[in-house]
Protein backbone atom coordinates (compact mmCIF):
# COMPACT_ATOMS: atom_id res chain seq x y z
CA UNK A 1 0.00 0.00 0.00
CA UNK A 2 0.88 3.48 -0.88
CA UNK A 3 1.18 6.21 2.12
CA UNK A 4 -1.69 7.47 3.18
CA UNK A 5 -3.86 4.09 3.17
CA UNK A 6 -3.36 2.93 6.50
CA UNK A 7 -2.21 -0.85 7.15
CA UNK A 8 -2.31 -3.39 4.62
CA UNK A 9 -3.09 -5.84 6.71
CA UNK A 10 -6.38 -4.02 8.63
CA UNK A 11 -7.72 -3.25 5.30
CA UNK A 12 -7.07 -6.50 3.76
CA UNK A 13 -9.49 -7.86 6.85
CA UNK A 14 -11.83 -5.27 6.40
CA UNK A 15 -12.33 -5.57 2.76
CA UNK A 16 -13.30 -9.75 3.46
CA UNK A 17 -15.97 -8.75 6.05
CA UNK A 18 -13.83 -9.51 9.39
CA UNK A 19 -12.28 -7.46 12.56
CA UNK A 20 -8.54 -7.90 11.81
CA UNK A 21 -6.77 -7.16 14.71
CA UNK A 22 -3.15 -8.10 15.83
CA UNK A 23 -0.75 -8.76 18.94
CA UNK A 24 3.06 -7.58 18.85
CA UNK A 25 6.27 -7.89 20.10
CA UNK A 26 8.81 -5.43 18.96
CA UNK A 27 12.82 -5.17 20.10
CA UNK A 28 16.57 -4.81 18.73
CA UNK A 29 18.16 -7.29 17.18
CA UNK A 30 21.54 -7.95 15.54
CA UNK A 31 20.76 -8.86 11.23
CA UNK A 32 21.76 -13.15 11.19
CA UNK A 33 23.00 -13.32 7.69
CA UNK A 34 20.00 -14.32 5.86
CA UNK A 35 18.14 -10.77 7.11
CA UNK A 36 21.20 -8.66 5.96
CA UNK A 37 21.29 -10.01 2.95
CA UNK A 38 17.67 -9.27 2.36
CA UNK A 39 18.08 -5.86 3.73
CA UNK A 40 21.54 -5.17 1.91
CA UNK A 41 22.84 -4.82 5.46
CA UNK A 42 26.22 -6.11 6.92
CA UNK A 43 25.14 -9.26 9.76
CA UNK A 44 25.07 -8.07 12.98
CA UNK A 45 24.07 -4.34 11.92
CA UNK A 46 21.19 -3.56 14.53
CA UNK A 47 17.38 -3.89 13.18
CA UNK A 48 13.99 -4.07 15.18
CA UNK A 49 12.32 -6.98 14.97
CA UNK A 50 8.57 -7.21 15.65
CA UNK A 51 6.70 -10.03 15.77
CA UNK A 52 3.02 -10.51 14.97
CA UNK A 53 0.03 -12.48 15.60
CA UNK A 54 -2.67 -11.43 12.84
CA UNK A 55 -6.48 -12.08 13.97
CA UNK A 56 -9.67 -11.96 12.00
CA UNK A 57 -12.86 -12.03 14.31
CA UNK A 58 -10.46 -12.86 17.05
CA UNK A 59 -8.92 -16.44 15.40
CA UNK A 60 -5.50 -16.47 14.43
CA UNK A 61 -5.01 -15.96 10.48
CA UNK A 62 -1.89 -15.17 10.02
CA UNK A 63 1.70 -14.44 11.66
CA UNK A 64 4.45 -12.30 10.51
CA UNK A 65 7.69 -11.34 11.58
CA UNK A 66 9.24 -8.24 10.52
CA UNK A 67 12.85 -6.34 10.56
CA UNK A 68 13.85 -2.79 9.79
CA UNK A 69 17.39 -1.70 9.32
CA UNK A 70 18.32 0.70 12.63
CA UNK A 71 19.91 2.68 9.83
CA UNK A 72 16.63 3.80 8.34
CA UNK A 73 14.03 4.81 11.43
CA UNK A 74 16.61 4.88 14.44
CA UNK A 75 16.38 8.31 16.29
CA UNK A 76 13.07 8.22 14.98
CA UNK A 77 9.39 8.52 15.96
CA UNK A 78 8.91 5.27 14.12
CA UNK A 79 11.67 2.92 15.16
CA UNK A 80 8.88 1.03 16.98
CA UNK A 81 6.28 0.13 14.63
CA UNK A 82 3.50 -0.43 17.28
CA UNK A 83 4.67 2.31 20.00
CA UNK A 84 4.66 5.90 20.07
CA UNK A 85 2.00 8.70 18.57
CA UNK A 86 2.74 6.58 15.20
CA UNK A 87 1.60 3.23 16.18
CA UNK A 88 -0.03 0.35 14.24
CA UNK A 89 -0.25 2.59 10.90
CA UNK A 90 1.89 0.27 8.30
CA UNK A 91 5.17 0.54 7.20
CA UNK A 92 4.20 3.23 3.99
CA UNK A 93 2.75 5.64 6.14
CA UNK A 94 5.72 5.47 9.11
CA UNK A 95 8.44 5.53 6.63
CA UNK A 96 6.71 8.47 4.84
CA UNK A 97 6.60 10.34 7.83
CA UNK A 98 10.80 10.34 8.12
CA UNK A 99 11.49 11.21 4.73
CA UNK A 100 10.83 7.56 2.66
CA UNK A 101 9.08 6.71 -0.22
CA UNK A 102 7.83 3.14 -0.21
CA UNK A 103 5.45 2.00 -2.97
CA UNK A 104 3.62 -1.61 -2.96
CA UNK A 105 6.15 -3.94 -1.38
CA UNK A 106 7.62 -6.98 -3.33
CA UNK A 107 6.80 -9.97 -1.98
CA UNK A 108 7.61 -13.63 -3.01
CA UNK A 109 4.67 -16.19 -2.66
CA UNK A 110 4.88 -20.21 -1.95
CA UNK A 111 2.97 -22.58 -0.42
CA UNK A 112 3.87 -24.92 2.06
CA UNK A 113 3.15 -27.03 5.43
CA UNK A 114 3.07 -24.75 8.58
CA UNK A 115 6.13 -25.99 11.36
CA UNK A 116 4.82 -27.39 14.64
CA UNK A 117 5.33 -23.73 16.25
CA UNK A 118 3.37 -21.93 13.75
CA UNK A 119 0.89 -24.70 13.97
CA UNK A 120 0.29 -23.85 17.51
CA UNK A 121 -0.06 -20.14 17.52
CA UNK A 122 -2.50 -20.45 14.57
CA UNK A 123 -4.36 -23.45 16.41
CA UNK A 124 -4.54 -25.83 13.65
CA UNK A 125 -3.29 -29.18 13.08
CA UNK A 126 0.35 -29.79 12.59
CA UNK A 127 0.91 -29.64 8.04
CA UNK A 128 -1.55 -27.70 7.64
CA UNK A 129 -1.21 -25.67 4.70
CA UNK A 130 -0.23 -22.26 4.64
CA UNK A 131 0.72 -19.27 2.18
CA UNK A 132 4.64 -18.09 2.97
CA UNK A 133 5.52 -14.70 2.08
CA UNK A 134 8.39 -13.45 2.34
CA UNK A 135 8.10 -9.26 1.48
CA UNK A 136 10.38 -6.62 1.27
CA UNK A 137 9.58 -2.82 0.94
CA UNK A 138 11.65 -0.35 -1.13
CA UNK A 139 13.18 3.22 -1.00
CA UNK A 140 12.01 4.93 -4.12
CA UNK A 141 14.50 7.41 -3.79
CA UNK A 142 17.59 5.09 -3.21
CA UNK A 143 16.11 1.50 -3.77
CA UNK A 144 17.70 0.40 -0.74
CA UNK A 145 15.24 -2.00 1.37
CA UNK A 146 13.66 -0.48 4.82
CA UNK A 147 11.72 -3.42 5.45
CA UNK A 148 11.49 -6.57 5.25
CA UNK A 149 8.91 -9.78 6.68
CA UNK A 150 8.12 -13.51 6.59
CA UNK A 151 3.95 -13.73 6.75
CA UNK A 152 2.18 -17.19 7.28
CA UNK A 153 -1.15 -16.99 5.97
CA UNK A 154 -3.55 -19.47 7.20
CA UNK A 155 -5.41 -19.66 4.00
CA UNK A 156 -8.61 -21.36 5.13
CA UNK A 157 -9.07 -18.08 7.54
CA UNK A 158 -7.54 -15.46 4.97
CA UNK A 159 -7.49 -14.62 1.62
CA UNK A 160 -4.50 -13.28 -1.08
CA UNK A 161 -5.93 -10.36 -3.06
CA UNK A 162 -3.12 -9.30 -5.20
CA UNK A 163 -3.63 -6.05 -7.39
CA UNK A 164 -6.18 -3.21 -7.34
CA UNK A 165 -9.04 -2.38 -9.15
CA UNK A 166 -8.47 1.25 -11.29
CA UNK A 167 -10.72 4.02 -10.08
CA UNK A 168 -12.91 5.78 -12.56
Keep these: MAAGEGSPTEAAFARQGVVGTWRHESQPQAA ?41 TGGSLVVLPE ?9 ADRMALIGIEVGVPVERVTARQASRSEAQTLGVAPAAPVMAIERTYYDHGTS ?12 S ?11 S
Design 83 to 91: AGPHAGIGV
Design 144 to 155: RPVETADIVRLG
Design 32 to 72: DTRIAARLEIQPGDPVVHTNYVYLADGEPAQLAESREPMAA
Design 157 to 167: RRVAEYGRRPQ
